[in-house]
């Protein structure tokens, strides 16, 4: 079972205005489960989005990149469309080390969306999850698309969440809302994955949409600085996948005033509510972790730039060593420890690291100091933190300001019985 | 049980004129086990070590540095001796992260044994290795010395190697021998280690000993080179531990005229020779890999750059998903394309990689090429390859004339069991 993510109550999805979802089942991988989802725009949404690195990416995340950069290009002068109509998702296969076949799947998937839609193809981004180097059954997922469209609604949002999941346990969604002056402003979002997670990016999709009214280049620069603070900011087992992509909306379909700069009115209580609603769907793909049984929380705090804070938290986070003692709720500090010292490996400016200057903290209980074990630590309570289902780690270099926090979980007999048995 | 790693013979170990080995159960750890090892080394052998590159690094391992330094700037110009006359190595406990005392331990360590041996304690190298963050056992350890002394013999390797294992259910040795001319040079090597197993360096100990006649510099760059093509080529679990050595000692006690220079005759036969049995036992590590269950070799070839190749070999040799499924014989390509592709996190040249350039390889059949599953692939023939123990895996970048051959396990619910338990 996920760890401590709370079940999603339907209603509590505020639907935002201009953004309605239809999902169909089409037998991807399996009968009788949601698989296909589509997304419709309203006119005049700017939409911003970034992508896995992954070199082997799959088609959609290409064509995705493509289609962002063809509306940019087309559209008018002064104004802030960016022309992206809708999203179609389906899950049970990746569409990725596909050669291009791969390609002409995805540009058929949205050729034939774009007819029933009567948009033109090149207004809707595809993404598929699921089984990497398998092509897509085009006949199935055709025959879903229709039955999608027809299924358009604005009231969706947890039937969305459900149809995006592959090896996830539980749909994940979240909403929330901020005021402009008087007017409300929603914030609505999805995402998926449980395994194949680690930041740029995991095997996860996360769709966040708002009827705030944002200019494309501002929402552009909004989104890649929450992906940093949230989907960057997760690993499960530190593989990265091919398909990974995370969207934001924004239709402007609200009362507030529009957001063209960030000293503008409500710039700020927007950026916060995107980041909480991304960082909320981002952790809950880590309490779904696959067979994650502890939420783990790293802070590494007092570091000389922000990528010697990343690195020691990730290597912590990663560490099949740290984990696998996290899943026995055995407090070995030595190995965490140890993942600190061998940072130096991925950041350079690490090597001159004095160990004997760190401070390591379990919750608020300082565990070790001066080169080792501090002389206060009672074994039995830091015992009694590991029993926890959520464990914080805080890191305490004392070499400068810059922090950073990354979210993992543990590693269990689950994750090698879900990843041995994946394919069978 | 260990991946085809023969059981070593002891008549086979050929004793190296001028080294003697001698062991004692001092019950550091656990009662009735071999636990200290004490290896004599005569005068005028040169001596070199690499260590682990872990800022958390063990007071022995800092220990060790000093007086290798110590004794080379002692040696009297001109000479060859390195001044090394004795290594002393516990298992059973790491004496790493143990701050000012595990400093004073090791020191002590050293003092107890120069005076039982009437050398100097600088002349020692101590090693330690087992669970780290606890404080060293002295008296323990200070009683088995005496005992491992009275036992010095010179055909005692085979012990020598059961005397320095931890987690490890083999022990692993390697011997073999080249001509010089007329003469016969002898090389004998043991070595430990089977998790937190990655490179500079794991929790690897290695010893190589020939009585070559080698100057002490030239040993030094021979050892690098040959760390960075064997024990550097491992890995188990991506973690790097606090206490790697690796260290080769040349006694000069062969008849074989001396080498000086890589020029010089024989230089090349030895080289090979020690390199042939450094990587015979960090194979050995990755064959006694905890919970492995396969022994997996990944070559690249056709990178721009020697760090392009080894970056993509540990990419896919850490990737928890591919190792997950080789432990469950699945030829899952897509993982290993994945993991190719996000091997630019840690290699900004491979950041303009053609994925659709490259092949893939399970043993000679070709899986993968021009960005998807090869056409003439079936899946019975890829896994007939994946139902065997040892797994060939190889990458074919087409851009450049640089290669490299990395040797890993796969991850197995003993791996979890193994280091969810360990404490306990």
């Given at each position: 079972?996920?760890?401590?993510?709370p079940e999603i109550i339907p209603a509590s999805l505020t639907p935002i205005q201009g953004i309605r979802l239809g999902w169909a089942e089409s037998n991807i991988k399996k009968p009788n489960r949601k698989d296909l989802l589509v997304i419709e725009i309203c006119d005049g949404s700017a939409v911003s989005g970034v992508f896995t690195q992954n070199r082997f990416c799959a088609a959609p995340v290409t064509l995705?990149?493509?289609?962002?950069?063809?509306?940019?290009?087309?559209?008018?002068?002064?104004?802030?469309?960016?022309?992206?109509?809708?999203?179609?998702?389906?899950?049970?296969?990746?569409?990725?080390?596909?050669?291009?076949?791969?390609?002409?799947?995805?540009?058929?998937?949205?050729?034939?969306?774009?007819?029933?839609?009567?948009?033109?193809?090149?207004?809707?981004?595809?993404f598929s999850t699921g089984v990497i180097l398998e092509h897509l059954p085009m006949d199935k997922l055709l025959t879903g698309l229709p039955l999608a469209v027809a299924n358009l609604t604005t009231d969706n949002w947890a039937d969305a969440a459900s149809a995006i999941m592959t090896t996830d346990i539980a749909p994940k969604a979240y909403a929330t809302n901020v005021k402009i002056g008087d007017h409300r402003?929603?914030?609505?979002?999805?995402?998926?994955?449980?395994?194949?997670?680690?930041?740029?990016?995991?095997?996860?999709?996360?769709?966040?949409?708002?009827?705030?009214?944002?200019?494309?280049?501002?929402?552009?620069?909004?989104?890649?600085?929450?992906?940093?603070?949230?989907?960057?900011?997760?690993?499960?087992?530190?593989?990265?996948?091919?398909?990974?992509?995370?969207?934001?909306?924004?239709?402007?379909?609200?009362?507030?005033?529009?957001?063209?700069?960030?000293?503008?009115?409500?710039?700020?209580?927007?950026?916060?509510?995107?980041?909480?609603?991304?960082?909320?769907?981002?952790?809950?793909?880590?309490?779904?972790?696959?067979?994650?049984?502890?939420?783990?929380?790293?802070?590494?705090?007092?570091?000389?730039?922000?990528?010697?804070?990343?690195?020691?938290?990730?290597?912590?986070?990663?560490?099949?060593?740290?984990?696998?003692?996290?899943?026995?709720?055995?407090?070995?500090?030595?190995?965490?420890?140890?993942?600190?010292?061998?940072?130096?490996?991925?950041?350079?400016?690490?090597?001159?690291?004095?160990?004997?200057?760190?401070?390591?903290?379990?919750?608020?209980?300082?565990?070790?100091?001066?080169?080792?074990?501090?002389?206060?630590?009672?074994?039995?309570?830091?015992?009694?933190?590991?029993?926890?289902?959520?464990?914080?780690?805080?890191?305490?270099?004392?070499?400068?300001?810059?922090?950073?926090?990354?979210?993992?979980?543990?590693?269990?007999?689950?994750?090698?019985?879900?990843?041995?048995?994946?394919?069978?």
């Open positions: 079972m996920p760890v401590n993510l995705c990149k493509k289609h962002l950069d063809a509306v940019k290009k087309s559209d008018i002068a002064g104004t802030n469309v960016s022309g992206i109509k809708a999203l179609v998702i389906n899950t049970g296969n990746a569409n990725a080390g596909t050669g291009e076949q791969g390609m002409l799947d995805a540009l058929t998937t949205c050729q034939n969306l774009a007819e029933i839609m009567s948009i033109p193809a090149e207004s809707i981004l595809p402003v929603n914030i609505t979002g999805i995402s998926k994955g449980a395994g194949m997670i680690h930041p740029n990016m995991a095997t996860m999709l996360g769709y966040v949409a708002t009827d705030a009214n944002i200019t494309k280049s501002l929402l552009d620069s909004m989104t890649k600085k929450i992906a940093d603070l949230s989907f960057n900011c997760i690993s499960v087992d530190g593989d990265t996948s091919t398909n990974d992509s995370f969207i934001v909306i924004a239709t402007g379909k609200s009362d507030a005033t529009a957001i063209t700069t960030p000293n503008d009115e409500g710039y700020q209580e927007v950026f916060n509510a995107l980041l909480e609603t991304s960082q909320y769907l981002a952790k809950a793909i880590v309490r779904d972790g696959e067979g994650a049984t502890k939420f783990i929380t790293v802070t590494v705090k007092g570091a000389l730039t922000l990528d010697e804070a990343k690195t020691i938290g990730f290597s912590i986070g990663k560490s099949p060593l740290v984990k696998t003692a996290m899943f026995a709720s055995d407090p070995n500090l030595g190995r965490v420890l140890a993942a600190i010292g061998y940072a130096s490996r991925e950041c350079e400016s690490l090597a001159d690291l004095d160990t004997n200057q760190l401070e390591l903290y379990f919750g608020s209980l300082l565990v070790a100091e001066k080169g080792g074990r501090a002389a206060s630590y009672k074994e039995d309570e830091g015992q009694a933190i590991m029993n926890e289902a959520e464990i914080d780690i805080t890191v305490q270099l004392h070499r400068g300001n810059e922090e950073s926090t990354i979210w993992t979980c543990d590693f269990s007999y689950d994750y090698v019985k879900i990843n041995a048995e994946y394919r069978t």
